[in-house]
């Protein structure tokens, strides 16, 4: 069993900065990557960042530059450093990992930025 528990969303004013929390938890001894996705109302659901066993990252287009992913392997976590917000990046952001073939997903925590 594999479990993911998120924290740290929540409201903040444009220009603001949040830190999103992923910690993993189970039969986790062999992830392959980690990573960050957001959904808005109506629309599909998107990379943000991701990470590698390896430390190697990718970024979505619209976050380069103002957020950075990172991990703690001793601790299970893996967190999002969002700094310099907009009200576009209002979403729910779903914490992820991969292990081989499987992926697992947590609950989603709300971000929502006002103008």
């Known amino acids: 069993q594999v479990q993911l528990v998120e924290s740290g969303g929540g409201l903040v004013q444009a220009g603001g900065s949040l830190r999103l929390s992923c910690a993993a938890s189970?039969?986790?001894?062999?992830?392959?990557?980690r990573g960050w996705y957001r959904q808005a109302p109506g629309k599909q659901r998107e990379l943000v960042a991701t990470?590698?066993?390896?430390?190697?990252?990718n970024y979505a287009d619209s976050v380069k530059g103002r957020f950075t992913i990172s991990r703690d392997n001793a601790k299970n976590t893996v967190n999002l450093q969002m700094n310099s917000l907009k009200p576009e990046d209002t979403a729910t952001y779903y914490c992820?990992?991969?292990?081989?073939?499987?992926?697992?997903w947590g609950q989603g925590t709300q971000v929502t930025v006002s103008s």
């Open positions: 990470i590698t066993n390896g430390g190697s990252t």
């Open positions: 189970g039969n986790i001894l062999f992830i392959d990557a």
């Open positions: 992820n990992i991969r292990l081989g073939a499987f992926n697992y």
